[in-house]
């Protein structure tokens, strides 16, 4: 029931704001006319991080025998040494020479053995799923009470030529901030993701929130009609309302029905203690040329109940501005939700009024199946991992005559990094499908001129990945 076109946008959004705020491993670079201090300082840095890498049972440029060395398959999979050795600054590093690893290596088993007896190790051991943030720090308390406290790793690091006391302390702090850098960034990572499901949930909310919001403008009704005959001096028309609205039988079955009652225990209310929406929107409708020929009509019936609630919704609720003010308070997931999900509802109401009485009423499921439910997360997932790969793509046919790729817009470098991934990675998706789809979120959420752009861009990769081989659709 939420579709791709959502799902799309979703992951575009959250991509863009993660991109925003997030580092990578970030290795620092060599100090420029540097003191003695900081040039050992630099050197020491380099090889604490090398240090993890290989206690992670990683091995690095030069390493002939990380085979000496037996890590804990818990250290195997901790995220920090994976990337580690995954990051190009520190293999360049390597095939400089820059490091003094090969003397610390002989060293590591020794080390090994003392993180595995450790206190910190068992602590670490007790966490169920560590998170990035976890394995950093980590990784920080080792450095500062493991490997330092090591006599044979001080004494290696004093008998370097560079040798400083100051240097040495310089070096473990910087190490200890890079780590600190990587828990936060990849706990960002891990966050965006949540929130992009947090999103799509928040999304199917809605969807049940428009169904609640029909039966709360029913109930605030029958509130008023029973306050009237509490009047000093109620009229006859107080005492003897016409009460077709309130007993609508449509309000009266998604009331009674289990599959609604559920999920309202599960969400919470959206509607039941709002004074300001439901009552505004509820005199719109009693004020409406659609409300007066339905209680004029000679007679209804369940069908005729459903029809009136679809034009209710189609006609007054959601082209509204008051829903839409409302829905801005209560999350910031909804900017993009209710044309989407308000179709869907319409599209249920319909669906709604041929259903025989006794049967449940047949509510959409959050995702059509299980590829649905997974494509934001996978999608998310390769953008990210990928986007060097996807940038290069992108920049490879930027047509500098026209396009300046200093100012190209970021959201655009967004929204093609996702249709690349989405290109290259699903192959049951149609090239023009993915194509369309994100030249549209182009047109929809970036500069005038995106749409074109993108369109433009994208074409020319497609293009250059056939021919590479990396499409085959």
Same mark, same amino acid.
């Not at 709360?216 to 001096?233: I, N, S």
């Given at each position: ?48 991080? $090398? #240090?993890?890498?290989?206690? =992670? ?5 030069? @390493? ?5 060395? &037996?890590? /804990? *398959? ?104 890079? $780590? #600190?850098?990587?828990?936060? =960034? ?5 966050? @965006? ?5 947090? &999103?799509? /949930? *928040? ?271």
């Amino acid at each position: 029931m939420i579709n791709r076109i959502l799902i799309r946008v979703k992951v575009v959004q959250m991509l863009y704001s993660y991109l925003l705020t997030h580092s990578e491993f970030h290795i620092d670079a060599a100090p420029e006319a540097a003191s003695a201090d900081r040039r050992f300082a630099y050197s020491v840095y380099l090889d604490l991080l $090398l #240090a993890i890498a290989e206690l =992670s049972g990683v091995r690095t440029a030069g @390493a002939r025998g990380n085979q000496g060395i &037996s890590v /804990d *398959k818990l250290l195997r999979h901790n995220k920090v040494g994976g990337a580690l050795a995954a990051t190009d600054e520190l293999k360049t590093v390597l095939s400089r020479g820059t490091s003094h690893i090969d003397q610390l290596r002989p060293l590591l088993q020794e080390v090994a053995d003392a993180i595995t007896a450790s206190e910190i190790f068992k602590d670490y051991k007790k966490i169920k799923n560590p998170t990035p943030a976890d394995d950093a720090r980590f990784w920080s308390v080792v450095l500062e009470t493991v490997v330092l406290k090591n006599t044979a790793v001080v004494s290696a690091f004093r008998a370097m030529p560079e040798f400083t006391g100051r240097g040495l302390d310089m070096g473990l702090d910087a190490a200890k901030a890079s $780590l #600190a850098s990587f828990g936060d =960034s990849r706990q960002a990572y891990l966050s @965006a993701k949540t929130d992009l499901q947090r &999103s799509l /949930d *928040k999304a199917y909310d809605l969807y049940f929130g428009i169904f609640e919001l029909m039966v709360e403008l029913t109930r605030e009704q029958r509130k008023r009609l029973e306050a009237a005959k509490e009047k000093y001096v109620p009229t006859a028309e107080d005492l003897n309302p016409q009460t077709r609205f309130v007993d609508n039988a449509f309000i009266a079955r998604l009331e009674a029905d289990e599959v609604f009652a559920e999920r309202m225990e599960k969400q919470p209310s959206l509607w039941s203690d709002d004074l300001v929406l439901v009552p505004r929107l509820l005199n719109t409708i009693l004020s409406s040329d659609i409300y007066k020929r339905y209680m004029e009509a000679p007679s209804t019936d369940y069908a005729a109940d459903c029809d009136f609630w679809r034009e209710v919704c189609k006609s007054i609720i959601l082209p509204g501005d008051d829903l839409a003010e409302a829905m801005e308070s209560r999350s910031v997931f909804w900017n993009d939700d209710m044309q989407v999900m308000g179709t869907f509802v319409l599209k249920s109401l319909r669906q709604m009024a041929g259903v025989e009485e006794g049967k449940p009423l047949p509510f959409l499921p959050q995702f059509k199946d299980s590829e649905d439910a997974s494509f934001g997360s996978e999608l998310f997932t390769l953008a990210v991992e990928h986007k060097d790969e996807y940038q290069s793509y992108i920049n490879k046919f930027i047509n500098t005559e026209h396009w300046d790729a200093e100012r190209m817009a970021f959201m655009d470098v967004v929204i093609m990094t996702c249709a690349i991934a989405e290109l290259i990675n699903y192959p049951s998706i149609p090239v023009p499908v993915t194509m369309n789809e994100y030249v549209e979120i182009a047109n929809n959420y970036s500069t005038q001129r995106s749409g074109q752009f993108v369109n433009g861009v994208l074409y020319a990769v497609c293009e250059y990945l056939r021919s590479e081989g990396k499409i085959n659709k």
